[in-house]
């Protein structure tokens, strides 16, 4: 016993610098935008499902002047599901479409840490500690108002992240971030007629302090991006892409670090869409994923999303 606790006296400040948003978990989902993202939709009730599935992981080590050193990891799955009711307005408010919506989640988090600690004779001793959670996340309340001329859509966007989720801070795992944060951008997208399109949201996150911890996370910048080609009416492919960077330091415990803990991460991959009309109700799917690098402070691996978006369909025309 009291050499696996030596160990893990050294694993939680060597694990915990790979990670800076409390556990390298923030407000925004990065990726949570792409192609179509500017683009008036239909007035009226929807409602859109959407599913995502991460794992990624961090490592961080260090040497000691007399040879030996440490080596400690992180390893994070998760899986949610994410259920957004909204609706879109007829009339029209400051000359552009109004969009309000809250998105309700619920997720299931597993993460482990792990270290070994290496003596300067090659002698080593070895720890591992793993959680699970499961519940209901956070709640995301969002607007967004949409203007379009030609080819061109323009897009301005809410968002609050309301900490009702299961969160301990006590725990290694929660599907909860455990503070509130506000969260607010612009985005765009182009469409031809030929049927290339292309779109980029951008915005920033802040974050308020965890009362459970008294930490606080710095501000967020994101941009999300995609682009496309139409197949036809109602196929498209292209790729997708994220750029998340912390601008301004966390404070807190991580106030002592020389960085600030300030986290970055970068993903890249492909995506298609389909679009049919089943009766009087018009469905959207979408599948894309990512490939993450040029992390810092924050996990690194892969996430999908999939998404089914449901909405009245447009009467046939003349009627």
């Not at 915990?16 to 989902?29: I, K, V």
């Not at 801070?169 to 909860?176: D, M, S």
């Not at 196929?235 to 997708?240: C, D, E, I, R």
Request: charged share 10%.
């Amino acid at each position: 016993m009291r050499r696996t606790l030596a160990t893990v006296v050294f694993i939680w400040p060597c694990a915990t610098a790979a990670l800076a948003d409390e556990g390298g978990a923030s407000a925004w989902l990065p990726g949570q935008f792409a192609s179509y993202a500017s683009v008036p939709g239909d007035p009226g009730f929807s409602f859109e499902t959407m599913f995502y599935g991460r794992k990624a992981s961090a490592t961080a080590g260090t040497s000691f002047s007399r040879g030996g050193g440490l080596l400690a990891g992180l390893d994070v799955s998760e899986q949610y599901l994410f259920l957004t009711p909204a609706y879109t307005f007829a009339d029209p408010v400051l000359h552009g479409q109004l969009w309000v919506g809250v998105t309700f989640s619920m997720g299931r988090n597993d993460t482990s840490v792990w270290g070994v600690l290496t003596g300067p004779q090659g002698g080593s001793l070895s720890a591992a500690r793993s959680d699970s959670a499961s519940g209901i996340s956070d709640l995301y309340p969002m607007a967004s108002l949409k203007w379009q001329q030609g080819n061109h859509n323009f897009m301005v966007y809410t968002m609050a992240s309301a900490p009702l989720g299961a969160y301990d801070a006590n725990r290694l795992a929660g599907v909860g971030i455990g503070h509130w944060a506000l969260d607010g951008g612009l985005g765009y997208t182009f469409v031809s007629p030929s049927g290339f399109e292309f779109s980029v949201t951008a915005g920033l996150t802040y974050n308020f302090v965890n009362p459970a911890t008294q930490y606080q996370s710095g501000t967020d910048g994101h941009v999300d991006f995609g682009v496309s080609y139409a197949l036809s009416d109602t196929f498209y492919l292209g790729a997708v892409g994220y750029l998340y960077n912390q601008l301004s330091s966390d404070t807190g415990l991580a106030a002592t670090l020389p960085d600030g803990f300030r986290s970055r991460v970068a993903g890249v991959g492909p995506q298609l869409g389909w679009s049919l009309t089943l009766g009087p109700v018009a469905a959207e799917l979408g599948l894309r994923g990512y490939k993450e690098f040029a992390a810092e402070n924050r996990p690194e691996g892969w996430n999908a999303f999939l998404t089914v978006s449901l909405s009245a369909a447009k009467p046939p025309a003349g009627k």
